[in-house]
């Protein structure tokens, strides 16, 4: 028997941010709980910033029936000339039983102890208030806090609680709070609770009290009306996913409103704005033909026929925000980028400061320059890499640090420094994700490697090394980083060789930790067949660059039409040469041939062998076309010949073949 169900919890102002970190585990942790209690189904989530709530159209009224089967001792055991044992007697108290009742099944091929329990299903009603509070208990935003005097905690203290079956209120208590029959409409409504009649009335007497319970709804409400006040007022807004989701979070009937800001702000770099807006006020910047304007959208949370107040107060608010920005910047263009005060600023125990961390970088660069001889003079990188923590003692950068680096650019530029200086120290951490830009000049490009290297090898020399899913520093996405880089300005940079180049100024580094870490982040970043990377880097390569170029001509040919016959030609080459040293001088005399298939593999496979190739896919295609000669070879030869100098010959010419594909590959490790 199925009934309706419905759980309110009535909280105070929840944080968005938490709050929506957890989203992704809410459902599910619910389900588990569910699960557990044999009372799985269907049901939708919703939240407020004052209310969690499920609904269950069809929810179990009990748990069903289940049968609980018990197997004890063999009778072998259990009983000893016809007497039970205590392996008898401690099955029949396990069971809760007597003797007598215990049974026998067959287990295992022997005779053994058995008794069934039936199970009645417990009344769902006197399971919700375990289930509610071991769901609200399973919920993780981080910090939460104690009120009253309880001991437990949570983020939000808990106002109110309805939870409703069937149209009968359920006797539950959480935090000390009973659940009635009532809810809590939008406090500009009424702050009064409202007494409700069953669960129908619950949704009506919230939608009539300006409450919008379902999220998906007041999303697609903001969203139609930024789209209202772009058409009317020609213009766009910039809508930050992030950002929406916080508002919708936040608000229990939302309005988008436009407001404008004084022009003279405009000054400001756009980034400014847009971070001031965002983060202290959650506006939304607006623009113009591709130009910010000096408009925002804010989302109102009010409930009223005219906004002009609300408009008016958030324009007051924004004002001094806006005012202290173009303070912070007169200010910081008068005092210009300087390094004077890094060497107080400590970058990490062990490492120095900020100013010895530049030191090392620019040595790192210096080593890169030479080494990529980029169409950049050597002043304008040291220029770049000296300032490009200099705006870390400006005043803007102090009030809004998620701009440093950017904001080192404008000031740059402001002092008289060139476009490709200023561009550099603006894209110095790029990319910083998955779908982050990268650096868009060479030199930017060493900038940021130089960055991400010293960053990289200095927490290592202080064993700062990421562990399972800790990496407080973002090393891996450092490395992510360095591969994309090496990709797109065609950078060889050999994990072994350069490193170790690059590590003599650290302190002492374990290598191989440091190659296995690399090697996990190119094993990570690669999303194809993991054998197909693995059968690249079992070769030995460790050249970032050309292990990208390998795997990618390998996963072509492995996804291409007749890759399988080929396969397990050359799977039966590796076999035949897994006792060769193929580092060793492999000479062929072609005067031991004693069959035509071994002269025609031996002059197609040398004509592969000395072409030039523009790609490793070109190259790799080529040597698997050596498939039908092969087989020619293996059909008319035999391999093992008892003339040792015949065999070692053959091994040695099928060796030859494989040693120049293992210049690419180890295709007998890829898994098709």
Same mark, same amino acid.
């Given at each position: 028997?199925?009934k309706?169900? *419905?759980?309110?919890?009535?909280?105070e102002?929840?944080?968005?941010?938490?709050?929506?970190?957890?989203?992704?585990?809410i459902?599910?942790?619910y389900?588990?709980?569910?699960?557990?209690?044999?009372?799985?189904?269907?049901?939708?989530?919703y939240?407020?910033p004052?209310?969690?709530?499920l609904?269950?159209?069809?929810?179990?009224?009990?748990?069903?029936?289940?049968v609980?089967?018990?197997?004890?001792?063999?009778?072998?055991?259990a009983y000893k000339?016809?007497?039970?044992?205590k392996?008898a007697?401690g099955?029949?108290?396990?069971?809760?039983?007597?003797?007598?009742?215990?049974?026998t099944?067959?287990?295992?091929?022997?005779?053994?102890l058995?008794?069934?329990?039936?199970?009645?299903?417990?009344?769902s009603?006197?399971l919700?208030?375990?289930?509610?509070?071991?769901?609200?208990d399973?919920?993780?935003?981080?910090?939460s806090?104690?009120?009253?005097?309880?001991?437990?905690?949570?983020?939000?203290?808990?106002r109110?609680?309805?939870?409703?079956?069937?149209?009968e209120l359920i006797?539950v208590?959480l935090f000390?709070?009973?659940?009635?029959?009532?809810?809590?409409?939008h406090r500009?409504?009424?702050f009064?609770?409202k007494?409700?009649?069953?669960m129908?009335?619950?949704?009506?007497?919230?939608?009539?009290?300006?409450?919008?319970?379902?999220q998906?709804?007041?999303?697609q409400?903001?969203?139609?009306?930024?789209k209202?006040?772009e058409?009317?007022?020609?213009?766009?807004?910039?809508?930050?996913?992030?950002l929406?989701?916080?508002?919708?979070?936040?608000?229990e009937?939302?309005?988008a409103?436009l407001?404008?800001f004084?022009?003279?702000?405009?000054?400001?770099p756009?980034?400014?704005?847009?971070?001031s807006m965002?983060?202290?006020?959650r506006?939304?910047?607006?623009?113009?033909?591709?130009? *910010?304007?000096?408009?925002?959208v804010?989302v109102s949370?009010?409930?009223?026929?005219?906004f002009?107040?609300v408009?008016?107060?958030?324009?007051?608010? *924004?004002?001094?925000?806006?005012a202290?920005g173009?303070?912070?910047?007169?200010?910081?263009?008068?005092?210009?980028?300087?390094?004077d005060?890094?060497?107080?600023?400590?970058?990490?125990?062990?490492?120095?400061?900020v100013?010895?961390?530049?030191?090392?970088?620019?040595?790192i660069?210096?080593v890169?320059?030479?080494k990529y001889k980029?169409?950049?003079?050597?002043?304008?990188?040291?220029?770049?890499?000296?300032?490009a923590?200099a705006?870390?003692m400006?005043?803007m950068?102090?009030e809004?640090?998620?701009?440093?680096?950017l904001?080192g650019g404008?000031?740059a530029?402001a002092?008289?420094?060139?476009?490709?200086v200023?561009?550099?120290?603006?894209?110095?951490?790029?990319?910083?994700?998955?779908?982050?830009?990268?650096?868009?000049?060479?030199?930017?490009?060493?900038?940021a490697?130089?960055?991400?290297l010293?960053?990289i090898?200095?927490?290592?020399?202080?064993?700062q090394?990421?562990?399972?899913?800790r990496?407080?520093?973002?090393?891996?996405?450092?490395?992510?980083?360095?591969?994309?880089?090496?990709?797109?300005?065609?950078f060889?940079?050999?994990?072994?060789k350069?490193?170790?180049?690059?590590?003599?100024g650290y302190?002492?580094?374990?290598?191989?930790?440091?190659?296995?870490?690399?090697?996990?982040?190119v094993k990570?970043?690669?999303k194809v067949?993991p054998?197909?990377?693995e059968?690249?880097?079992s070769t030995?390569?460790?050249e970032l660059l050309?292990?990208s170029?390998?795997?990618?001509?390998?996963d072509?040919i492995?996804?291409?039409?007749?890759?399988?016959?080929?396969?397990?030609?050359?799977?039966?080459?590796?076999?035949?040469t897994?006792?060769?040293?193929?580092?060793?001088?492999?000479?062929?005399?072609?005067?031991?041939?004693?069959?035509d298939a071994?002269s025609?593999?031996?002059?197609?496979?040398?004509?592969?062998?000395?072409k030039?190739?523009?790609?490793y896919?070109?190259?790799?295609?080529a040597?698997?076309?050596?498939k039908p000669e092969?087989?020619?070879?293996?059909?008319?030869?035999?391999?093992?010949?008892?003339?040792e100098e015949?065999?070692?010959?053959r091994?040695a010419?099928v060796?030859s073949?494989?040693?120049?594909?293992?210049?690419?590959?180890?295709?007998?490790?890829?898994?098709?």
């Open positions: 028997m199925f309706p169900l *419905l759980i309110e919890i009535g909280v102002e929840l944080p968005a941010v938490p709050l929506l970190k957890e989203l992704k585990n459902e599910k942790k389900s588990d709980i569910l699960q557990k209690y044999s009372l799985m189904g269907e049901f939708e989530f939240y407020t004052r209310r969690l709530v609904w269950h159209r069809e929810f179990l009224a009990s748990q069903p029936d289940s609980e089967e018990f197997f004890g001792a063999p009778l072998s055991v000339d016809g007497e039970p044992t392996a007697e099955f029949a108290r396990k069971c809760g039983v007597s003797l007598d009742e215990v049974s099944a067959q287990k295992g091929g022997k005779e053994v058995y008794y069934k329990k039936d199970i009645k299903g417990k009344d009603s006197l919700l208030e375990t289930i509610i509070n071991e769901w609200i399973s919920l993780d935003f981080g910090k806090m104690r009120w009253g005097e309880l001991q437990k905690s949570f983020i939000r203290p808990i109110w609680l309805n939870v409703v079956m069937g149209g006797d208590e000390g709070v009973k659940s009635k029959m009532i809810t809590y409409v500009v409504s009424d009064e609770p007494e409700l009649i069953g129908q009335d619950y949704f009506y007497t919230i939608r009539e009290g300006g409450v919008i319970l379902f998906d709804e007041r999303r409400k903001i969203l139609k009306e930024f209202e006040i058409d009317e007022n020609s213009l766009t807004i910039e809508i930050d996913e992030d929406l989701n916080e508002v919708v979070a936040i608000t009937n939302p309005t409103l407001g404008s004084d022009d003279e702000f405009l000054r400001l756009p980034e400014v704005i847009i971070t965002k983060e202290h006020q506006y939304f910047p607006v623009f113009k033909d591709g130009k *910010l304007i000096n408009k925002f804010v949370n009010a409930l009223s026929d005219d002009s107040k408009i008016e107060g958030n324009e007051r608010v *924004l004002r001094p925000r806006l202290d173009l303070f912070f910047w007169d200010n910081d263009i008068k005092n210009g980028l300087s390094t005060g890094l060497e107080k600023v400590a970058f990490f125990k062990g490492l120095g400061s100013k010895d961390k530049i030191e090392r970088e620019a040595k660069a210096s890169l320059y030479e980029i169409d950049t003079k050597k002043e304008e990188l040291d220029k770049a890499i000296n300032l923590k705006d870390l400006s005043e950068v102090y809004f640090t998620e701009l440093q680096g904001m404008y000031y530029l002092q008289g420094e060139s476009k490709e200023a561009t550099a120290i603006t894209e110095q951490y790029l990319p910083d994700g998955e779908d982050s830009a990268l650096p868009s000049t060479p030199m930017s490009a060493i900038v490697m130089s960055i991400k010293d960053t090898l200095a927490l290592f020399s202080v064993n090394i990421p562990t399972g899913s990496d407080p520093f973002a090393l891996r996405r450092a490395v992510n980083g360095l591969i994309r880089i090496t990709q797109e300005y065609g060889e940079f050999d994990i072994i350069d490193l170790n180049t690059l590590a003599c302190e002492e580094i374990d290598m191989q930790k440091l190659e296995k870490f690399f090697l996990e982040r990570q970043y690669h067949n054998s197909i990377v059968a690249v880097l030995g390569e460790r050309a292990i170029k390998k795997i990618q001509a390998l072509n492995a996804n291409s039409e007749g890759f399988n016959e080929a396969f397990s030609t050359f799977k039966r080459v590796a076999n035949i897994k006792d060769i040293d193929l580092l060793a001088d492999l000479s062929i005399d072609s005067k031991l041939f004693e069959d071994e025609e593999l031996y002059e197609k496979y040398t004509h592969v062998a000395e030039e190739y523009n790609c896919e070109a190259e790799l295609d040597l698997l076309g050596l092969l087989d020619k070879f293996f059909e008319s030869v035999m391999v093992n010949a008892e003339d015949v065999k070692n010959n091994k010419l060796a073949v494989y040693k120049s594909i293992l210049n690419i590959a180890d295709i007998k490790e890829v898994s098709i």
